[in-house]
């Protein structure tokens, strides 16, 4: 007689969905790494690389570094970081994207901050594809250093590299990527060794960018950037009222307003 524990646990199994099958990962521009399959984006529309005002050295280093992951040289791992708004995540697809229009074989391969633990996995997917992979972390944020020690190590110093056809692209609103708690340095024997484990993870990106909040002049030309775009007419003295109800100036609450006006005029973005 089937034990009913057994009987169970076979009815549980055939109830659980089946893991995603993996998507060529030669065929599409975008990817989601979800429950160990490479999973195609179901709609990866960046915006155009000329659309992002205001960070013009930022564009040039990313799209750069980039390019030369997709021509088979040399290139770094990128940390974004900065003011929340600021144009980190959209700057990471639009420059991708950019790439990809000028004939260069790169995908965007975006990975959930926790899943950090399968990106070995991820790894050994891609590592014999004949094509280049920007591993995009969105908005990673460590509370402790100890959580951030096993991303160090896929980074740099672990036993085993990431493929050479791979690099990371990583966005966070803080530079260091961990909390910088100063009680810990305070009460640490070596307060210099609590600092160096904080700062060890940022230090291990070959090209980091940073991006500020906006003064209003500048706000209001990504206002204009985006409206021209679109051939939208705009009150100035509306838009930065939008942003003052927002308690922020940035590249996204400037398209949030765009959006609205938009909206009122009955124009599809």
Known sequence: MTDPLDRIAAALERLAPSPPADADPRAHPAYVWRDGALVAARAFAPLPLTMLYGVEAQKTALR??????????AAQDTLLWGAR??????????????????????????VAADRLASLPALFDAI???????????????????????????????????????????VTSNRRHLVTRDMSEQASAINPRDSVDDQLALADRFGLS???HVVDQDGYLAIVRGYAGHYGLPFDPAEAVQWATRRGSRSGRVAWQYVVEIAGRAGVAL
Do not use: C
């Open 209 to 211: 960018l940073g991006f």
């Open 64 to 73: 750069d570094n980039l390019a030369r992951l997709a021509a088979g040289a």
């Open 127 to 169: 590592a014999a594809v004949p094509r280049a992979f920007a591993i995009f972390l969105d908005d990673i944020g460590f509370d402790a250093a100890a959580e951030a020690r096993a991303l160090r190590s896929l980074l740099e110093g672990g036993a085993e590299a990431r493929p050479a056809n791979a690099r990371l692209v």
């Open 85 to 110: 708004g600021t144009g980190k995540s959209a700057l990471v697809k639009a420059a991708v994207g950019d790439v990809q229009a000028a004939g260069g074989a790169l995908a965007l391969v975006e």
